[in-house]
């Protein structure tokens, strides 16, 4: 076993670093015990034990652990950054960003979330956070980086009724600087709402590869006007766009 403890432990998702290793996200109930004889977390039944751990992906060395406590901010657990695992951005100098998902409606009223971008250096495990140049897309649903470390969300945009029928694919570059933004408006009919679901960047061809959905909308807002037709599914499509959005 690579980690054992008294009570329970699990690894929960896995990432590629850009060295080719692996970076897996795991919880632990108590202390858990690594194969290399390193120990994380407690037995402190009100701390959360979420933590990053390093392995070499030819051998299953461990190649650091670290707990994702966040290091800026003592009014939220480590639970913050570990529950943006899935939404990361791989740079090529080692870097992985992870991003919240929150309501920005909530945001408005003062609702206390925590919106951090956390940066995993992923040669040693520590954890910082970073600024996002605006402001940060709420609801964000995907995350893709291409070979340029240019970095594409996609998100849902909220209007003052709490819905939520325009979504948004934004480019940045690796310093989340805005390049270009691409906004979807559903129809609004039959209550359905507009998704950016998926994001897949295509490294061959240089293509994004996009499936989502919007009724009636037009999903090609920054080159010719391509409407969606099929709207007896909820307007769901799959686009091919190459890296300026068209």
């Known amino acids: 076993k690579i980690i054992t403890g008294e009570k329970s432990q699990s ?3 896995i990432l590629f670093s850009s060295d080719g290793n692996i970076i897996a996200n795991g919880y632990t109930d108590d202390i858990a015990t690594l194969s290399n004889g390193e120990q994380l977390g407690n037995e402190d039944s009100n701390t959360e034990n979420d933590f990053f751990v390093k ?3 030819d051998s299953g060395d461990i190649l650091w652990s670290v707990t994702t406590e966040d290091p800026t901010n003592t009014d939220y657990s480590n639970w913050d950054i570990a529950s943006n695992f899935v939404r990361n951005a791989v740079l090529s100098n080692g870097d992985v960003l992870f991003f919240s998902y929150y309501n920005y409606q909530y945001e408005l009223q003062g609702v206390n979330y925590n919106v ?3 940066k995993l250096n992923s040669s040693n495990g520590d954890i910082t956070t970073v600024e996002y140049n605006g402001t940060m897309p709420a609801r ?3 995350v893709e980086v291409d070979n340029n470390d240019n970095i594409y969300i996609g998100s849902q945009i909220e209007n003052e009724n ?3 029928y325009t979504s948004s694919l934004i480019k940045h570059d690796s310093n989340l600087n805005v390049l270009w933004n691409m906004v979807i408006d559903d129809n609004g009919t039959g209550g359905s709402e507009a998704n950016v679901n998926d994001i897949e960047y295509d490294s ?6 996009v ?3 919007a009724r009636g909308a037009n999903i090609n807002p920054l080159g010719t006007s391509t409407i969606v037709a099929n709207n007896a599914n909820n307007g769901g499509y799959f686009a091919a766009y190459n890296t300026e959005g068209i």
């Open 11 to 13: 690894i929960n998702s």
């Open 55 to 57: 392995f070499n992906s």
């Open 116 to 118: 951090n971008i956390y």
């Open 140 to 142: 964000i649903q995907a």
């Open 162 to 164: 709490y819905n939520f």
């Open 204 to 209: 061959t061809n240089n293509l994004l590869y």
């Open 211 to 213: 499936v989502g959905r």
